[in-house]
């Protein structure tokens, strides 16, 4: 039997229509033009061609010709003369050419090809995903659908745009230079007449927006925003049938709310003017039955698409708005409403709706773009709304998250450079910075902050937990328990939350010497810097003195005085030069240059700077530190082993909270804790290092000097003995219900298989009643094959629990933007963050006579409170209810002193 020959399949092309390509234009201008005008050097399959049609295309940009001699001395200067085959392959390349008549011809043949062969990419990465059985088959179909809809949408897709190609027409939307296409607009505005509109984007018809915003522009996602009852479909229903029968513009409709033969009803009562009674009782006379009749003729003509399917995710509904725009070419989406859609269904246990609200924003922002048409959704208010005096929304009406207090510290995790939430809300240009957040698999990492902003006033309370950490927010800002993202006005005294159980930066220069740590940390410990006494330094212990002497003398010259009183030293730091009113002690110029003032215990604090240093220079920093107020000693208890007590004490609140940030930058968990004073003086405050883990951390890596460190080698021998604490850094109680039970009906074994495993007796429900250690998580992680046990067993967070909920009084709050994981670290708490940033309008609907009949009956204010692309005001609007429609009412209606008592809670985004 004849063997049969084995075809090898290569992808898609043709080598001689790619020849014919660039032999046209290497001998003729024209054809050159019409070559690199439709293609890419990525439309060509053979690698010497990409290169030759590289050279032609960057000659076509310039302007400059573009002959076989031309472009081998570029090839030549490029390296690339001998990749493509020489000269000898260009002059075969000009002899093979055809006629360049058929130039478009052979263009559309190599671009046929190239679809081809991005549509076989996407089907080998579709095969793949397929193949691996993903756990969200919706998913994949939506990635899916997607990979096909761009190549159907943009067969010359660019994954970016160099600002020149768009400035010359190459790669614009319009193909036309700017300067010619803003010509052309110009002459064509000052043609228009005294009625035809000025604006340039989507008209809506509703004359004072479309002067307030120019219309609706595409990509521009747009939210319209109100409380129930205030009219925001019906509005949202008119500017969609202004845009469809006036514009004659095809629009789509997603009503996760309405049916579509509700909407009809809308439509037709808004479009004939009769009543919706009168419709859906039948009582008309034959004016109106005729005009109603006139009407379902007109509309017949249009194109108006409505998907009345409810409860859609947003993948689903991305991929149904793609074959909208596919089918019907729409000009404008209205999805009615946000609260109703749902995620994707791929985020974790441990995020809610408040991330999934921010997938869902992030999404139609991405759908608008990648459609290129404007995207309108609606969105519920909160009740905040509806307590307000004069009921007029906020921006904080519309986000799903909290506010913080302007003194809330964020931490620059680039450089450890410490700002409060206010500092950053208050820069004029708000530069991203990197963040610390928490990511899906539970790892703090690097985040992006994009902005800080002003979010008003608002009943703030303060929350402590049980290692002395503090946080000032308001009553809906989340924090995160095991379950998810936990609104504070919702979490209970003893819950567990979510705190940074580590902030190790690794700073590659130190703003401050090792001379100036030392001397730092022994004057704010121990030292007066007062303006009204001679600058002194007391201590008992002499090597503590003698690294005062050495550091004092290194840095400023300073030659001091010691002196004995009793059993103490004071070493007085002399100024080495005469003073005078222009010339200070050198002491008084370094604390100013720290930005630290010269005050009593209770005010002290640590320079900023001193957090922009690196780990060796913190640990230098603390170890000179505990030398003056800190403790290190033998802890002894009856019947007991010995063990260690580690300790800071200090009388200024703010100082002490430095100190625990700065133990967790070394990576040590410590306790804050606050000690009232038996005799009326002020509180002292001690922070402890706890656990066998911490503590040999710290002695080992931080330790002390002088007296205070001879009993270091001896605690450390006592705690090798001592068995670890399984009550401190342990993982909620809720794990077992909540992730261990799921994990283990998955593995499919009974709890006595995995007591067994474990080492321990079986105990019936008594397990779920402690919290779970990272070593027995780790276990358990292993015996159940389990990637979120592990991600928890293995996390970067400390679950610390609530000791306290105060309520404080209004203040002035803020809030940030994070990309992708919307949360960050302040105070070294895990908190949320803003979920309003993803569109590029908003609106409110108010009708004041829904809350007074008397109050401006027959009216409505839209509220233009965000416009990233120009202005922001607010316009009135007539309603009439009996048809749910809302008319032109007046001129633009904005003075400077309303706009800004009405949004002087935030500022705008332009």
């Not at 080998?124 to 990979?147: C, F, G, H, R, Y």
């Not at 130190?510 to 007062?530: F, T």
């Not at 968990?669 to 004073?677: A, G, N, R």
């Not at 911490?694 to 890596?701: A, R």
């Amino acid at each position: 039997m004849a063997k049969k020959s084995i075809q090898i399949k290569t992808a898609p092309n043709s080598k001689e229509s790619e020849m014919m390509v660039l032999g046209c234009s290497l001998t003729s201008i024209n054809s050159l033009n019409t070559a690199a005008d439709n293609l890419d050097d990525t439309d060509f399959y053979y690698t010497e061609h990409k290169k030759i049609f590289k050279v032609l295309k960057e000659a076509y940009k310039k302007d400059k010709p573009a002959d076989i001699h031309i472009v081998a001395e570029e090839l030549k200067r490029l390296d690339l003369l001998e990749d493509i085959g020489g000269v000898a392959y260009l002059t075969t390349l000009a002899q093979f050419a055809g006629t360049s008549a058929y130039i478009e011809e052979y263009v559309q043949i190599v671009k046929d090809k190239s679809l081809l062969r991005k549509m076989l990419d996407a089907t080998d990465i579709i095969e793949k995903n397929v193949l691996s059985e993903p756990e969200d088959v919706k998913i994949t179909l939506d990635e899916a659908q997607n990979k096909f809809f761009q190549i159907s949408q943009s067969v010359n897709s660019h994954h970016h745009l160099h600002i020149k190609d768009i400035l010359s027409g190459l790669k614009a939307e319009s193909s036309i230079p700017y300067l010619k296409e803003l010509q052309e607009k110009q002459e064509t505005f000052l043609q228009r007449g005294a009625d035809d509109s000025k604006i340039t984007g989507l008209a809506t018809h509703f004359l004072d927006i479309d002067k307030l915003i120019n219309g609706f522009s595409p990509s521009n996602l747009m939210i319209l925003a109100a409380r129930p009852a205030m009219g925001k479909t019906a509005l949202a229903i008119n500017i969609a049938e202004n845009i469809c029968f006036k514009n004659d513009k095809a629009v789509g409709i997603f009503s996760l709310e309405m049916t579509a033969e509700q909407l009809l009803h809308r439509i037709i009562c808004s479009q004939s003017e009769v009543e919706s009674e009168k419709i859906k009782t039948g009582s008309l006379d034959s004016t109106e039955y005729q005009t109603i009749v006139s009407c379902v003729n007109s509309i017949q003509k249009k194109t108006m698409i409505i998907d009345d399917q409810p409860s859609l995710k947003i993948t689903d509904l991305r991929a149904r708005a793609r074959r909208m725009k596919e089918a019907f070419n729409i000009e404008f989406l209205v999805i009615d409403y946000l609260q109703l859609l749902t995620g994707s269904g791929n985020l974790r246990s441990l995020e809610n709706r408040q991330n999934e609200v921010s997938e869902i924003s992030r999404m139609l922002k991405n759908l608008a773009r990648e459609l290129n048409i404007p995207i309108l959704c609606l969105s519920q208010l909160s009740r905040k709304v509806e307590e307000r005096q004069g009921h007029r929304p906020m921006m904080s009406d519309l986000r799903e998250s909290g506010c913080l207090t302007g003194d809330s510290i964020i931490t620059d995790a680039d450089t450890g450079k410490q700002y409060t939430i206010k500092e950053l809300s208050e820069r004029k240009n708000q530069k991203p910075i990197n963040v610390f957040g928490i990511d899906k698999d539970l790892k703090i990492k690097k985040r992006k902050m994009i902005k800080a902003f002003y979010s008003g006033k608002k009943q703030v309370f303060k929350l402590t937990t049980k290692s002395g950490r503090e946080v000032k927010a308001s009553a809906n800002h989340p924090f995160l328990k095991l379950e998810g993202w936990t609104r504070l006005d919702k979490l209970r005294i003893q819950d567990k939350i979510a705190l940074s159980r580590s902030q190790v930066i690794n700073q590659k220069e130190n703003p401050i010497s090792k001379d100036e740590l030392i001397l730092l940390a022994h004057l704010l410990g121990d030292g007066c810097i007062l303006p009204t006494q001679p600058y002194h330094y007391t201590n008992s212990d002499l090597v503590n003195i003698e690294y005062v002497k050495k550091s004092a003398k290194n840095l400023f010259n300073i030659e001091g005085k010691l002196i004995k009183q009793k059993n103490w030293y004071h070493y007085y730091l002399t100024s080495p030069i005469h003073t005078t009113h222009k010339k200070n002690h050198p002491i008084t110029d370094w604390f100013n240059k720290l930005e630290i003032k010269r005050v009593r215990s209770y005010e002290k604090i640590i320079p900023k700077k001193l957090f922009e240093c690196d780990i060796s220079s913190k640990q230098l920093f603390l170890k000179h530190l505990w030398a003056t107020d800190g403790n290190i000693s033998i802890k002894k208890i009856k019947n007991r082993s010995p063990s260690a007590n580690i300790y800071y004490a200090s009388s200024s609140k703010t100082l002490s909270q430095q100190v625990q940030h700065l133990l967790l930058c070394t990576g040590i968990q410590s306790s804050l804790k606050t000690v009232p004073s038996s005799k009326g003086y002020r509180n002292m405050y001690h922070i402890y290092i706890q656990g066998k883990p911490d503590q040999e951390q710290f002695l080992k890596n931080i330790g002390c000097i002088g007296k205070r460190a001879e009993s270091i080698p001896t605690l450390l021998n006592y705690l090798k003995e001592i068995q670890t604490n399984p009550n401190r850094d342990i993982i909620p109680k809720e794990a077992w219900q909540s992730i261990i039970q799921e994990a283990k009906k998955n593995a499919k074994m009974s709890w006595r298989e995995i007591c067994k495993k474990l080492g321990m007796s079986y105990c019936g429900t008594t397990l779920y009643k402690s919290g779970l250690s990272r070593n027995r998580m780790l276990k358990l992680s292993n015996i159940f094959k389990d990637k979120q046990t592990k991600e928890l067993a293995t996390s970067d967070i400390y679950w610390d629990e609530i000791q306290s909920i105060e309520k404080l009084q209004i203040e002035d709050v803020y809030d940030a933007t994070v990309e992708d994981v919307h949360n960050f670290v302040a105070n070294d708490i895990i908190v949320h963050n803003s979920l309003e940033q993803d569109s590029d309008l908003v609106f409110f609907l108010l009708r004041r006579e829904y809350y007074d009949p008397y109050d401006k009956p027959g009216q409505a204010e839209l509220i233009v409170a965000k416009n990233r692309h120009g202005a922001v005001g607010t316009v009135n609007l007539s309603f009439r209810k009996e048809i749910a429609r809302f008319e032109n009412f007046t001129p633009l209606h904005t003075t400077e002193r309303e706009e800004s008592e009405s949004y002087s809670e935030y500022p705008h985004d332009n």
